[in-house]
């Protein structure tokens, strides 16, 4: 049997490192050590990384910027697999913006406003990167990833490569099939001015500062908003606004949000995800689904 990490080292174009912990990598800050984890940085090292991890038998985890996840304080028993260098890249061609699947959304956004095309700018303050706006399907103010999403290209389980141009854009589903992994996506904007877009952006930026407790390490909205309704409404009405498990809190500001107080463990946060869908579907007969992704977990 080789010796994993020797393997994971030799990937042409990629990085590899042992126990890295995850509370760096998500924006709870929470979660504990990844086994592997490797930065690629072309499509050749992701279809690389595919084929060691399934030799070595090991599970294969895409991070972005780990904005949607919950990892469990046991981490990861893999391989976790970010997208770097020539697949994080932002381009701007025409009315067309390409992008790398590890690339910010906040690049992508700032990029095409310098080159003067509007349609991407519900995405500012997203803190996700593009593979992850793909998968999710992310979303703000009525305006989705889909309707600006001509083309992206993914590699598949099998390592081959893979090209959409048509999305059936569903509420915080994945644009692409699951389990590949997204290395490039085309956005189709509009020409409009700098300006005019600018101004956009920093609506977009002030409803979030209104709305959400952004200076605390959350995942953005625990749980989708069930048809007809919101989730924060839902939550709130049961009275759960400020509900503690240790460390974990439900925010005040914006109820579908859980707050890392500083101290939050993932246990915490999990108990506290099931406090509220437990009391939520016995007040008022909804069961909430997770919209937050969890790795790690023994049902997830
Ligand atoms: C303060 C705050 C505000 C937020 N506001 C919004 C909002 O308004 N709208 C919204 O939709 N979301 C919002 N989010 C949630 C989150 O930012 C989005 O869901 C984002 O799209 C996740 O991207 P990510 O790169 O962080 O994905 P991650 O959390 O790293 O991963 C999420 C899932 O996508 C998969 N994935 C990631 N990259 C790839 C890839 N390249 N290929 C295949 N799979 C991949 C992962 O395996 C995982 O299953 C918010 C989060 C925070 C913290």
Redesign the pocket.
Known sequence: MPDPFQSLRGIGDATAQRDVLMANC??WKVGGPARFMVRAGSVGAVGETIKVAGDLGLPL?????????LVSDRGFDGVVLC?VGGLATVRADGELLVAG??AL?ESVVVEACDSSLCGLEFMF????????????N???YSHWTAEVLAEARTVNEDGGERRYQRFDGKY?QALVPEG????QATFHLVADSVELIRERMNEMRDR?RAN?P?GMA????VFKNPPGAHAGYLIDRCGLSGRRVGGAVVSEKHANFIVNRGDATASDIRQLMGLVSGEVRSRSGIQLELEV?LVGFESG
């Open positions: 998500t924006t985890l895409v991070l972005g910027r780990g904005s949607n996840i997208l699947g590890g959304l303050g997203i803190p996700g990167t593009v593979g992850g706006a793909v998968i999710m992310a979303g703000a915080r590949e992994i997204v290395t979030r959400q952004l959350s995942a953005g909205s992704k």
